[in-house]
């Protein structure tokens, strides 16, 4: 065991950047990290790796919530690389020796976390929608979907330090920057060796078509069962480009093969938190409520008044969805125009 409970000591969130951006994902796990912090009366620290403006970077994460920020800086950094980012991650574990580290369960996150863990000889909870202290051990309760989904699992980790996980993105809600907090940076100065470096990056290709961004989507358009035959999300579709908005579905939709499965929010898909969701012809059963109740504004289109949906809707439209969506889009293009 390579570092022990007894000296593992504060909480560490990994900043995700992306060409010099920080994420989303990384503010919401320190808004929590916060709560958690306190309730643990620990440190909350961030781990931030880039390959230029750190120190920028790292003022944005200490108005985030950030009490500390350890910043790994270089040339060799500046795009993500599973190997570059798990061997200075890894040594700056093995110094600061936090008891909890949190990643976002995004493609990076879910790519290297696990190989982080695995060289500090650590568990690591995937995939989680919760994570919690549990008060009796103070141990960090991870939550997650298992089983198929069909239950959710709570998750400790007792021995090995430091207790990891990947959290979904827009589990939680990102709190606003306080520019007024005052924070520590520390510049952790890593060079690569070429031995950490197994990977040689040739070139970037971009997907063509589908772009289907729906955990940082600002709103949402919804397709569920109810829309009948795959063609019929044009009407989302539609919809979805007049407000600017990506489309979504249920998993009734992705698994009748209307519409694929990266489109899926729920237990099974993604978690998202939309300033507004519109679902349409979506009952709203739990697993689906799961990836959407924590969005800002909930719209309901479903012609069944008794619809689960409305229970979490904030505005509910009784109706046949094929009359309701083609008028509500020509609406919003005319307001639009205007
Ligand atoms: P339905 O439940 O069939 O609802 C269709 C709705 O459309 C009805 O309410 C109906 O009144 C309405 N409707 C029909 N015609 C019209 C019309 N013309 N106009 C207006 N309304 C109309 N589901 C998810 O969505 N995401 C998940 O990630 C997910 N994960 C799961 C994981 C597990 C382990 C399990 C067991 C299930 C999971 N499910 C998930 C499935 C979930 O239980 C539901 O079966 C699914 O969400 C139902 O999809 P739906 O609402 O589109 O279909």
Redesign the pocket.
């Known amino acids: 065991m390579k570092i022990t409970v007894e000296e593992a000591k504060g909480l560490l969130v990994y900043m995700e950047q992306n060409a010099g951006i920080l994420r989303n994902v990384g503010f919401e796990l320190l808004g929590h990290g916060r709560e958690l912090a306190d309730k643990l009366s620990a440190e909350l620290s961030a781990l931030v790796i880039t390959g230029a403006d750190g120190d920028q970077l790292a003022r944005q994460a200490i108005a985030g919530g950030a009490d500390k920020v350890y910043l790994i800086e270089g040339p060799e950094y500046g795009r993500f690389h599973t190997d570059a980012y798990t061997y200075a991650t890894v040594e700056l574990i093995n110094e600061y020796k936090p008891q909890a580290v949190l990643f976002g369960a995004t493609v990076d996150g879910r790519d290297f976390a696990p190989r982080v863990a695995a060289r500090l000889e650590t568990g690591l909870c995937a995939d989680c929608t919760g994570v919690g202290v549990d008060e009796k051990t103070n141990l960090v309760i991870w939550t997650r979907?298992t089983f198929?989904?069909?239950i959710m699992a709570q998750i400790l980790c007792p021995d090995r330090r430091p207790q990891m996980g990947t959290v979904r993105p827009k589990t939680f809600k990102k709190p606003p920057p306080d520019s007024s907090r005052a924070g520590q940076v520390i510049k952790f100065s890593l060079s690569l060796p070429p031995s950490a470096n197994r990977v040689e990056f040739v070139r970037e290709e971009l997907p063509e078509g589908v772009v289907c961004n729906l955990e940082e989507a600002e709103y949402i358009v919804a397709g569920?069962?109810?829309l009948?035959a795959p063609e019929n999300f044009k009407l989302i579709e539609d919809l979805a480009d007049a407000i600017g908005g990506v489309v979504g579905?249920?998993?009734?939709?992705v698994d009748a093969g209307w519409i694929e499965h990266l489109h899926?929010?729920?237990?099974?898909?993604k978690t998202v938190g939309p300033k507004i969701y519109i679902a349409?012809?979506?009952?709203?059963?739990?697993?689906?409520l799961?990836?959407m109740n924590s969005s800002d504004t909930i719209i309901a289109?479903?012609?069944?008044p008794d619809?689960p949906?409305f229970r979490v809707a904030d505005y509910g439209i009784v109706?046949?969805?094929?009359e309701i969506l083609p008028a509500l889009t020509k609406e919003i293009k005319k307001a639009r125009q205007k």
């Open positions: 979907p198929g989904g069909n569920g069962r109810g009948g579905a249920s998993r009734a939709a899926q929010v729920g237990q099974s898909g349409c012809g979506i009952s709203g059963a739990i697993q689906h799961a990836g289109i479903n012609k069944d619809a949906i109706g046949n969805l094929f």
